[in-house]
Every structure is written in structure tokens, then in C-alpha cells.
């Protein structure tokens, strides 16, 4: 990737761990920062906006997009593609912003292997398995189906959860918001490997 400043917040959790939410409550207290829209093939959900939650694409347009290399990294989740394309986080980066990214454990995964310097990672979760049901049941977006389908990937993600630089419970919204915050400002503090040995061999030759 080309010279930048930005750094990169990537968010995982559980559908229904309160991502959303969290990000919502400290967004005026963290600074100009870009959060990156995926694009994906599931369906839209009731309050959901093109454009806004995601690019809504059929199957077809997502394969073009993976074979002309679009992407900074795709993946498979509850059966259908989610995918962050390459050049609005270039720009973000460019620009000195914080790019923040929701995605799952495989596009941490991807992140960490291409911008894994400048990229700090937290791992969203309700305090159990059971508030997550309670959850994603109140907040009445999916099935029956569906919530037994994010349940069951969620006990799979949980397992790579020390993947994470940060673990935030989300039990009280406010105090999760709190620590959240606290990453978030301290992730802009990252420097890039080729800025650290910059400096290293300018201190050297003063
Ligand atoms: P995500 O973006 O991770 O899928 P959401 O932010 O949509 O999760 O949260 C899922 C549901 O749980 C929403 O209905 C939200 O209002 C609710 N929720 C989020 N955080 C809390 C919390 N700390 N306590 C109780 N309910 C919460
Ligand atoms: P949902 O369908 O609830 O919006 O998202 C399902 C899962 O897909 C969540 O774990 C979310 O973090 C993940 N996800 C959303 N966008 C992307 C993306 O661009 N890449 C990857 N790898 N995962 C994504």
C-alpha cells in the first residue's frame, strides 16, 4: 500500500454483540475517522439503507469484484460473501483517518497480514451465550432461523477471541463504551513500520 497515516480499528464479535451500537456512542469522541462499508450478497434487513449498512450486491457482481481484485479481504459468513473493497479504505488511510472495520475473525485474520501495524483489534461481546439469544431476540431483525444459525457461529467465534489485542464485554453500554473509546483513541497513536525505521536511521546519522 502507498505512504499513509491512518490506522486501522477492526471490530469482531458476534452479530448482536452490540458493535452497532457501541460504535454509535463514542463516534463524536474519537476524531474524523472513516467506518469502512462492506459490501455483501445477504439480504437487507428492515431499516437497513444501501449505501449506509452495506453495498447490497447479487452473487455475480461480487465474484467480478473478487476477480478484478477489489478487495483488501473477503469472506464466507452465515452463507453469503462479505467483502471490504480496496480503494475507499486506501483513501481513508491516505487521508490520516481512523479507518474502523466490522468484520469477522477471518478478516481480522487478513487485515493483520496486510496492515497488521497500524491495525488494532477488539473482540465485542455480551457477558454469555444466553444474553446473546435475549439479544438477538429483542432486536427481532432475523428468524427463528437465522438467530439459531448466529448463535451457533457464535460459539466458534468466541473460540478466537485471543486472536484480539482487546476483549470488551459488553455488559453495561456505557461502561463498554467507555473502554471502547479508550482503544479507539489510543489506536491513532500507531506508527508504521517504514515511518519507526525512518526515524531509527535518521536518529542514527544526526
Ligand atoms: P451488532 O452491531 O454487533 O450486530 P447491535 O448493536 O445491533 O449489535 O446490538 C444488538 C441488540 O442488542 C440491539 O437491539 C441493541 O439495542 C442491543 N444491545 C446492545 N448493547 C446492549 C447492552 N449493553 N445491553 C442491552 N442491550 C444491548
Ligand atoms: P451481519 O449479517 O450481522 O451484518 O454480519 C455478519 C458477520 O459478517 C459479522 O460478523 C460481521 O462482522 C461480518 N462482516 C461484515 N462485513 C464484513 C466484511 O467486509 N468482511 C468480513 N470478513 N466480515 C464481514
Known sequence: MVEHNGVVLVLSGPSGAGK????NKIADDIGEYYFSISTTTRPMREGEEEGVHYHFVSKEEFKK???ENNFLEYATVHENYYGTSLNPVREALNKGKLVIFDIDVQGNTAINNRLGDITTSVFITPP???ELKNRLESRATDSKEVIENRLKMAKREIQRTSEYEFLVINDDLDIAA???RQIAI???LKIPYDRI???VQKWENI
Open 128 to 130: 454469555s451465550l444466553s
Open 20 to 23: 452497532s451500537s457501541l460504535i
Open 186 to 188: 489510543t489506536a491513532r
Open 197 to 199: 525505521n525512518r526515524f
Open 65 to 67: 469484484d473478487i476477480a
Open 178 to 180: 467507555n473502554v471502547l
